[in-house]
């Protein structure tokens, strides 16, 4: 923001909200609107024309506004931001709104002595377009991207497929494109812990600050929103799709989840500078629970095109310290005990991360009151095990919906049943209407049968 603006208030502030599947939906008010009401309900929406809500005869929602998310818009000087909490008519919260789904894991958590600390690596492709060809199918469907990286659309230096990892300028040259968007990510009050080049070609990575599932959230769905702007300021597209390329890595969204005592202590962490118990457990109630799990942290059908092997993305439901092949992982410290933390990799970047990161808290929270345990940490490559008995993630979403159906009781204490049940209703009509279109690959594979 310039000097001219920094003392002037906004003319509009637009009320974000979150949708089930995720998607950021906006409302823009006066701000002297806004002054005025700042206490109380700010907005009002129809909540039969956002999926997964509400029908037609009970519509009415309404927004109160978050204020400690409240920021300016850095692209947009006149205009500032808040994330909204919804709420019914009557008012109480709304149960199906996803930042109140991360808020009650944490007030839930807290009543047993628990803060869950949560941090994030958000991974993205950026490429200089990408051309969809899906309206007119009874002609054909297709898509064709240009990177400014790909070998065979460029003659300056280059990455190399599945070797880009940790590069610099002048083979990175997506870091100019990081360093603004981050600049806009620390405008909205956020911030992050490092950025690089991430192993695919085109392929980039910012790990996010660490806080609360809510404030985690936050970040995320704000990270995306600044990414695509300064992506489309610079003439490019971010996608933040797993599996947008075939035979190089997908993107992934890892989290690394803690949980910690009133007095600041790391419950993952034991007297030997190893892990605790309470993390085994916790790790357990993730496996146990992995596969339904995985119909909130691997949302799509794009999803299961990144879980598969040799792309350092988690196939198996099993655990191993510093193993990029398990689904969870147990980082390395150093001797740091306030680092110990689990990573979970199964995770993408189209996910709700309100919800997701809520349901593998509350995945792990049920290991630790079940005792579940976890077995044994592998060390050897999990994609070299095939042929041994291991208990694996679904193989679609429909496989994943299913496991949720049959295996959702973990989530019940925060999330309701109605949430879930709309939640599966969505994703079974979006996977229902992608299977009806044939892709490119099947022409190629099936013309000479």
């Given at each position: 923001m310039g000097e001219a603006e920094a003392g002037k208030d906004p003319d509009f502030l637009e009320v974000q909200y979150i949708d089930l599947p995720g998607i950021v939906r906006s409302v823009t008010i006066p701000y002297e609107s806004y002054l005025k009401k700042s206490d109380g309900f700010i907005a009002a929406f129809d909540g039969s024309s956002v999926e997964g809500f509400e029908p037609i005869n009970r519509s009415d929602l309404l927004l109160a506004a978050d204020k400690s998310t409240f920021s300016r818009i850095p692209w947009r000087p006149e205009r500032a931001r808040v994330l909204g909490k919804i709420y019914e008519p009557s008012g109480q919260r709304y149960r199906k709104d996803?930042?109140?789904?991360?808020?009650?894991?944490?007030?839930?958590?807290?009543?047993?002595?628990?803060?869950?600390?949560?941090?994030?690596?958000?991974?993205?492709?950026?490429?200089?377009?990408?051309?969809?060809?899906?309206?007119?199918?009874?002609?054909?469907?297709?898509?064709?991207?240009?990177?400014q990286e790909q070998?065979?659309?460029?003659?300056?230096?280059?990455?190399?497929?599945?070797?880009?990892?940790?590069?610099?300028?002048?083979?990175?040259?997506?870091?100019?494109?990081?360093?603004?968007?981050?600049?806009?990510?620390?405008?909205?009050?956020?911030?992050?812990?490092?950025?690089?080049?991430?192993?695919?070609?085109?392929?980039?990575?910012?790990?996010?600050?660490?806080?609360?599932?809510?404030?985690?959230?936050?970040?995320?769905?704000?990270?995306?929103?600044?990414?695509?702007?300064?992506?489309?300021e610079n003439g490019m597209v971010a996608v933040f799709l797993p599996k947008p390329l075939y035979g190089d890595n997908g993107s992934g969204l890892h989290f690394h989840l803690s949980l910690w005592d009133s007095k600041g202590n790391n419950l993952f962490a034991d007297d030997s500078d190893g892990l605790s118990q309470t993390a085994r457990y916790f790790i357990g109630g993730i496996l146990e629970h992995g596969r339904s799990l995985a119909a909130f942290v691997a949302p799509t059908v794009n999803s299961y095109r990144r879980l598969v092997p040799g792309y350092e993305a988690p196939v198996y439901l099993v655990w191993g310290y510093s193993n990029r092949s398990a689904a969870v992982r147990v980082p390395a410290t150093g001797g740091n005990k306030g680092l110990t933390r689990v990573e979970?990799?199964?995770?993408?970047?189209?996910?709700?991360?309100?919800?997701?990161?809520?349901?593998?808290?509350?995945?792990?929270?049920?290991?630790?009151?079940?005792?579940?345990?976890?077995?044994?940490?592998?060390?050897?490559?999990?994609?070299?095990?095939?042929?041994?008995?291991?208990?694996t993630l679904p193989k679609s979403l429909d496989e994943a919906l299913d496991a949720l159906e049959s295996d959702y009781q973990y989530l019940l204490p925060v999330m309701s049943k109605e949430l879930i049940e709309s939640y599966i209703e969505v994703k079974r009509r979006e996977s229902d209407a992608i299977r009806m279109y044939p892709s490119p690959v099947e022409l190629y594979m099936y013309m000479s049968y």
């Amino acid at each position: 923001m310039g000097e001219a603006e920094a003392g002037k208030d906004p003319d509009f502030l637009e009320v974000q909200y979150i949708d089930l599947p995720g998607i950021v939906r906006s409302v823009t008010i006066p701000y002297e609107s806004y002054l005025k009401k700042s206490d109380g309900f700010i907005a009002a929406f129809d909540g039969s024309s956002v999926e997964g809500f509400e029908p037609i005869n009970r519509s009415d929602l309404l927004l109160a506004a978050d204020k400690s998310t409240f920021s300016r818009i850095p692209w947009r000087p006149e205009r500032a931001r808040v994330l909204g909490k919804i709420y019914e008519p009557s008012g109480q919260r709304y149960r199906k709104d996803p930042r109140y789904v991360a808020e009650a894991t944490i007030k839930y958590l807290a009543d047993s002595g628990y803060g869950p600390l949560a941090g994030a690596e958000v991974e993205f492709f950026l490429f200089k377009s990408l051309k969809i060809d899906v309206l007119n199918p009874l002609r054909g469907v297709g898509y064709s991207v240009v990177s400014q990286e790909q070998p065979w659309d460029t003659e300056a230096p280059h990455s190399v497929v599945k070797r880009a990892y940790h590069l610099p300028e002048p083979m990175d040259t997506l870091e100019p494109i990081r360093e603004k968007m981050l600049k806009y990510f620390r405008a909205f009050g956020y911030d992050f812990n490092a950025t690089h080049h991430e192993v695919a070609v085109s392929q980039s990575e910012v790990s996010v600050k660490a806080g609360d599932p809510l404030f985690v959230a936050d970040e995320i769905v704000t990270f995306k929103q600044v990414a695509r702007q300064v992506a489309r300021e610079n003439g490019m597209v971010a996608v933040f799709l797993p599996k947008p390329l075939y035979g190089d890595n997908g993107s992934g969204l890892h989290f690394h989840l803690s949980l910690w005592d009133s007095k600041g202590n790391n419950l993952f962490a034991d007297d030997s500078d190893g892990l605790s118990q309470t993390a085994r457990y916790f790790i357990g109630g993730i496996l146990e629970h992995g596969r339904s799990l995985a119909a909130f942290v691997a949302p799509t059908v794009n999803s299961y095109r990144r879980l598969v092997p040799g792309y350092e993305a988690p196939v198996y439901l099993v655990w191993g310290y510093s193993n990029r092949s398990a689904a969870v992982r147990v980082p390395a410290t150093g001797g740091n005990k306030g680092l110990t933390r689990v990573e979970f990799r199964s995770p993408d970047p189209l996910c709700n991360p309100y919800l997701a990161l809520a349901a593998t808290f509350l995945a792990g929270y049920d290991g630790i009151v079940r005792k579940i345990d976890p077995g044994d940490p592998v060390s050897d490559n999990v994609y070299e095990m095939e042929g041994r008995s291991l208990k694996t993630l679904p193989k679609s979403l429909d496989e994943a919906l299913d496991a949720l159906e049959s295996d959702y009781q973990y989530l019940l204490p925060v999330m309701s049943k109605e949430l879930i049940e709309s939640y599966i209703e969505v994703k079974r009509r979006e996977s229902d209407a992608i299977r009806m279109y044939p892709s490119p690959v099947e022409l190629y594979m099936y013309m000479s049968y």
